[in-house]
Nanobody, 122 residues
Framework: QLQASGGGLVQAGGSLTLSCTTS????????MGWFRQAPGKEREFVAS????????VSADSVKGRFTISRDNAKNTIYLRMINLKPEDTAAYYC?????????????????WGQGTQVTVSS
C-alpha cells in the first residue's frame, strides 16, 4: 500500500514537499512516480525515479521546479515542489512501477496510492 501526504493550500510562488510511504518489502526494487489529476482533466505524468534513485525524469511543465527523490531505507519517495503555480493545482498520486528504470506511462504502474490535494492560489 502507498500512502501519500504533504498536500495543502499554498500561494503562487510557494513550495510544498509531498511524501509517499509504502510498507511493501519490494519497494526498493522498482521505479516510482508521481502523477496528478486536475478537475475535469486526465491524469498526467509528473515525475519518475529509478529503483536506486540514479535516474529521474520529469514532465516539461515542472522541470526546474519539481524534484523527485527517494529514500529506500525509509521506503519513501518525495516530490519537492517550488515556485508553485495555480496550474499545478491537482490531486497528486504516487505509484509504483513494475520496471526498474524511470517510467512515464501510467500503464507501467501497477500500484497506486490515494491522492493528496495540492491547491495553489493566485
Amino acid at each position: 500500500q502507498l500512502q501519500a501526504s504533504g498536500g495543502g493550500l499554498v500561494q503562487a510562488g510557494g513550495s510544498l514537499t509531498l511524501s509517499c510511504t509504502t510498507s511493501g518489502r519490494t519497494f526498493r526494487n522498482y521505479a516510482m512516480g508521481w502523477f496528478r489529476q486536475a478537475p475535469g482533466k486526465e491524469r498526467e505524468f509528473v515525475a519518475s525515479i529509478s529503483w536506486n534513485g540514479g535516474s529521474t525524469v520529469s514532465a516539461d511543465s515542472v522541470k526546474g521546479r519539481f524534484t523527485i527523490s527517494r529514500d529506500n531505507a525509509k521506503n519513501t519517495i518525495y516530490l519537492r515542489m517550488i515556485n508553485l503555480k495555480p496550474e499545478d493545482t491537482a490531486a497528486y498520486y504516487c505509484a509504483r512501477a513494475f520496471v526498474l528504470t524511470t517510467a512515464t506511462d501510467s500503464l507501467q504502474y501497477n500500484y497506486w496510492g490515494q491522492g493528496t490535494q495540492v491547491t495553489v492560489s493566485s
